[in-house]
């Protein structure tokens, strides 16, 4: 379920991509720690760390900037949620490719019997719309989640 705030948040992400032709990088990444700046007051103790290594400057579409602050989202509501982590690390990497990294310490979940719910999906879909490459590793010692874009045309 979805609550009226949860709504609302939703929507000015999406208003917020959809006024630029293209997204930087480096907006994103900013956009993604206002993001986090609004859920951590609620999750008192948990460190949420976004680490950027912006080495070339990559533009996005708008619906893959929104896809790509909705997989990262999803991975923080699940570590968050779900997998009762203590700290969460966010790297953002652009050269000749775009990689993100999400990694938690929380506890982890069977790849290959995901719990109950359509996040992963979600994640997975939204992954293929945007034309990102998607790897979930996950043990009792945590999860990460591998995201991977290439192909871009540099000027």
Same mark, same amino acid.
């Given at each position: 379920?979805?609550?009226?705030? $949860?709504?609302?948040?939703?929507?000015?992400?999406?208003?917020?991509?959809?006024?630029?032709?293209?997204?930087?990088?480096?907006?994103?990444?900013?956009?993604?720690?206002?993001?986090?700046?609004?859920?951590?007051?609620?999750?008192?103790?948990?460190?949420?760390?976004?680490? $950027? $290594?912006?080495?070339?400057?990559?533009?996005?579409?708008?619906?893959?900037?929104? /896809?790509?602050?909705?997989?990262?989202? $999803?991975?923080?509501?699940?570590?968050?949620?779900?997998?009762?982590?203590?700290?969460?690390?966010?790297?953002?990497?652009?050269?000749?490719?775009?990689?993100?990294?999400?990694?938690?310490?929380?506890?982890?979940?069977?790849?290959?019997?995901?719990?109950?719910?359509?996040?992963?999906?979600?994640?997975?879909?939204?992954?293929?719309?945007?034309?990102?490459?998607?790897?979930?590793?996950?043990?009792?010692?945590?999860?990460?989640?591998?995201?991977?874009?290439?192909?871009?045309?540099? /000027?």
């Amino acid at each position: 379920r979805i609550n009226p705030e $949860e709504m609302v948040n939703a929507l000015r992400e999406t208003i917020w991509a959809l006024q630029y032709p293209q997204i930087s990088i480096i907006s994103l990444s900013d956009r993604l720690k206002d993001i986090l700046a609004r859920i951590t007051p609620s999750y008192p103790g948990i460190q949420i760390q976004v680490k $950027e $290594e912006i080495n070339k400057e990559i533009n996005i579409s708008p619906s893959e900037g929104i /896809h790509l602050l909705r997989i990262i989202q $999803e991975s923080v509501t699940n570590a968050l949620k779900h997998a009762q982590a203590t700290a969460i690390d966010i790297s953002i990497t652009s050269s000749d490719e775009l990689v993100v990294i999400i990694a938690d310490n929380g506890r982890g979940f069977d790849t290959k019997h995901p719990v109950k719910g359509q996040g992963i999906q979600n994640m997975k879909q939204r992954s293929k719309e945007a034309g990102f490459w998607l790897q979930i590793e996950s043990s009792g010692a945590g999860t990460i989640l591998f995201l991977k874009k290439s192909g871009f045309y540099f /000027h």
